[in-house]
């Protein structure tokens, strides 16, 4: 412990030093970071329908399943979406909207469920805290609805429920709306994928290999 | 067969170690497609992007005010990791850092730990200290794991394996994974590393990482990866350990806007890579309970101290500068001596060895600037390049071997010949009466002995002219009066 705090003092001072003609003092120091140019764009152009569109677009280059429903049809899509998997366990977080865990399969909410009983499933339901259409991008932020890390990783298949009113344009619309970091994030860019190999795309390494997308009109 | 040697400290100069590799067709062809490939892609995702050329202004100004003020964003990330139950070591050596992480694995009982790809840990040769010491380490990313079962060393840092194809990956898998009957499809191939995976991460409790990203505001760590076993890492075992450069601190969460929008696109030409993962010291409940951040110095503040060297350090690690390279595409990474390859590679590695060893590396460059162009943070890398050249020269000509070394003793004679005009111009009427006696009628010189063979050898030499330019102006100003 003692070596690491003499080494921490020893970097710390190393540093100071190597910077000691251009470091701003600490008041200074919030004004040049604000001051630092950001050229870029911000905000999009498109109307909600083509950012949607896009968003779509996006998802499906990923091999995502993506459908659109109202309110009051997406029991409905739910209930369609797991049929069509052919598969009969899934995981839901605990906070996971009640009405979404549709009769005639078996669910297993998340209550503290132990790693081999979620690898045991078969796929998980979750909602998500945004979605950027530039990249395609889902964004969790592990909320109640959006459960723990685990869940949306070890079972093989995974369906998001976005609202419209969630999907953003670009990057930084998002950072605008999440100005303060939330302590867990995933960012999800279709599914698990490598290119080690020759580079040759590589569908499904270890995360969900199937990515379906319910979008809720709001 | 595996013959690269990854220290700057054994590696041979570069002209040496680059030889094998120049007389080995399968490995240069494997580095030329899987470059082309990625050039392809980014290409095409960067001309989409019509704000480009600002989101790298953009990442270059945030990455040169961090290093500007290092020290108060490390204490304020130090502090927040903190308070959010992450515990933060500082190492001010590569031996350090490789001790604490022991320490820090015996305290936890640990015999093995799972890794996600990190570069850093190679750097300081964590895993045969480790192996050493008597824990198994398993890597997780699949590049990592053919290189770990095929005893290969990496030559790319973003696809580590680029040199090895498909027929040898099929080998070395059925060989050390028991599985005669694979094919050498990549899928299936990816599938194989899946399945053997999989009981790992179940079951080992221990990991180590990288990181891409250090959030200061928050103390918040962020890994990119694609495959989906960096979250495994990151989320089933009981203990995280990250180690992580001094210099791969952010000030606040949203300069991720544009560090996540240039990395993906410059590293593996897509949109965005499918994982990245952002956590913030211990979350109870969901991942681990344990969790170590190991700040690394090992030199960094050295180059830190250097005003030209210093952008060194804005590096995001893409490899676009690599995978650009016309000395790279040809050689591979392991002519480079070291986990660092390519441009990069040739500035960073000799200033982590205090130009002490890898001093050959800033000449492996042909000084084009492709690395330059494409640098999503705008490390000006031809720059730092002549600077080390300058600090490599400048040392070596004061060793008194270089008194009797031929290109020295030129050198020297240019350096008085252009230093004075009269004997500047003296020599070049002389030289002039000389060359005539190889010019050929048609004026060019075919032929030439001694060391002016070295270029006729391959090459014709035009003749002089009968009269230089600054004869020519000065007849032409006498006419003119």
Known sequence: ?218 | MNTAILDPKLAPPFREAVLPVLRNPMLRKNVAHATEVIQNKRARLVAEKTDWEELREAGSAIRTHVLENLGAYLLQFEERCTAAGGVVHWAGTADEARQIILDLLRQENATEAIKIKTMTSAEIQLNPYLEAAGVTVHETDLAEIILQLGKEEPSHIVVPALHINRSQVREIFSRTMGLKDLSDDPKELTGAARHYLREKFLRVPTAISGANYLIAETGAVAVVESEGNGRMCLTLPETMISVVGIEKVLPRFQDLEVMLQVLARSATGERMNPYTSLWTGVTPGDGPQRFHVVLLDNERSAILARPKERQTLKCIRCAACMNHCPVYRQTGGHAYGSCYPGPIGAILTPQLMRMHHAESLPFASSLCGACYEVCPVKIDIPAVLLDLRADVVNRERKQAKRAFDLMYIGLRIANTLFSRPWIFHATQRLGRIGLRLFTAKDGWIKWMPSIGGRWTENRDLRGLPDQTFHEWWAARAKEQK
Not at chain 1, 130 to 149: K, M, N, Q, Y
Request: glycine share 6%; net charge negative.
């Open chain 1, 1 to 218: 412990m003692n070596a690491t705090v003499q080494s921490r003092q020893r970097i710390l001072d190393r540093i100071r030093t190597a910077t000691a003609s251009v470091a701003k003092p600490a008041p200074e120091l919030r004004d040049a970071y604000a001051a630092l140019p950001r050229p870029y764009i911000r905000r999009g152009k498109k109307t909600v329908e083509e950012r949607i569109e896009l968003l779509v677009e996006r998802l499906r280059e990923y091999d995502a399943e993506v459908v659109e429903t109202t309110p009051d049809g997406l029991p409905a899509a739910i209930a369609a979406q797991l049929g069509a998997s052919g598969k009969h366990t899934f995981v839901a977080p605990a906070g996971l909207d009640p009405g979404f865990l549709v009769g005639g399969f078996d669910w297993k909410i998340d209550y503290d469920l132990t790693t081999a009983q979620i690898e045991l499933t078969e796929g998980v339901v979750t909602a998500a805290s945004c979605d950027i259409a530039d990249s395609g991008t889902i964004v969790l932020h592990h909320t109640a609805s959006e459960g723990r890390r685990v869940i949306t990783l070890l079972p093989d298949w995974h369906l998001c429920i976005l609202r419209r009113s969630q999907v953003v344009e670009t990057l930084p619309e998002y950072f605008d709306r999440f100005e303060t970091s939330p302590a867990l994030v995933t960012w999800i860019s279709g599914p698990s994928a490598t290119a080690d190999i020759e580079m040759t795309r590589i569908k499904g390494v270890h995360g969900p290999r199937f990515l379906h997308v319910i979008l809720v009109r709001d």
